[in-house]
């Protein structure tokens, strides 16, 4: 049973538009969502993350919105470049007993110039 | 780069054998947490240490074991190798054992035969 769901599977853009990934879960218990980015051959990288007390949070270009409510949470690329080019994890982890990570299938982005 | 050290970075073996992935996190880094990532599962989340000991369990197998040693590098033993076994198999650090940032190691590629 996926935990959080991602979506979409994979995304065309060209380059200074604003890519959309979104991510869904379930689970009350989690309260700690972080993106990550993967490029081939690579391990994933930490790009930002966001903790539920706050419904939005920006990082140089990339911008996560989060709905409480609606148990959602969404990464924006602003002015995306082709080195963004990449696929984009979205994950959630609980505060108590075990803090493992559990990741989102994963967007690829392909940004075209 | 993350700070997080994973050897070695490819290994090809044969069904029925057995291989060991180690894994050293980030200075001051206490936690450490195993991730196998293949096509058809995603990223999904094996074991984690804390400073030495088991602190959670996910989706391992019986024939896969791990464990945290006083320096706290961590090491991954592969036992009775299947083909399904092929994947890439990461290891993240994180400061202490919660919610908190991980950071991945550039992974191990293993291919069984």
């Known amino acids: 049973q996926q935990q959080v769901k991602q979506s979409p599977q994979s995304l065309i853009v060209q380059k200074g538009g604003i890519p959309i990934i979104n991510c869904a879960y379930e689970?009350?218990?989690?309260?700690?969502f972080p993106w990550y980015q993967q490029f081939p051959g690579k391990g994933p990288a930490l790009l930002i993350a966001?903790?539920?007390?706050?419904s939005e949070k920006k990082e140089g270009r990339f911008t996560i919105s989060f709905n409480k409510s609606a148990k959602q949470f969404s990464l924006h690329i602003m002015d995306s470049q082709p080195g963004d080019s990449a696929t984009y994890f979205c994950?959630?982890?609980?505060?108590?007993?075990?803090?493992?990570?559990?990741f989102g299938t994963g967007t690829r982005l392909t940004v075209i110039p | 780069d993350s700070g997080v050290t994973q050897t070695p970075k490819h290994l090809i073996t044969a069904t029925g054998q057995r291989v060991t992935l180690r894994c050293s996190p980030r200075?001051?880094?206490?936690?450490v947490y195993w991730y196998q990532q293949s096509l058809d599962q995603g990223l999904q989340f094996l074991i984690q240490?804390?400073?030495?000991?088991?602190?959670a369990k996910g989706n391992i197998l019986e024939r896969f074991s791990a464990q945290q040693f006083p320096d706290l590098h961590s090491e991954l033993n592969l036992s009775s190798l299947e083909l399904g076994d092929s994947a890439l198999y990461f290891c993240?650090?994180?400061?202490?054992?919660?919610?908190?940032?991980?950071?991945f190691g550039p992974g191990t590629r293993l291919t069984v035969t």
């Open positions: 993240a650090s994180s400061v202490d054992s919660g919610p908190y940032e991980q950071y």
């Open positions: 966001i903790r539920p007390d706050v």
């Open positions: 994950a959630a982890s609980r505060e108590t007993g075990a803090n493992n990570l559990f």
């Open positions: 689970n009350t218990a989690f309260d700690y």
């Open positions: 200075s001051g880094d206490l936690s």
């Open positions: 240490y804390y400073n030495g000991e088991e602190r």
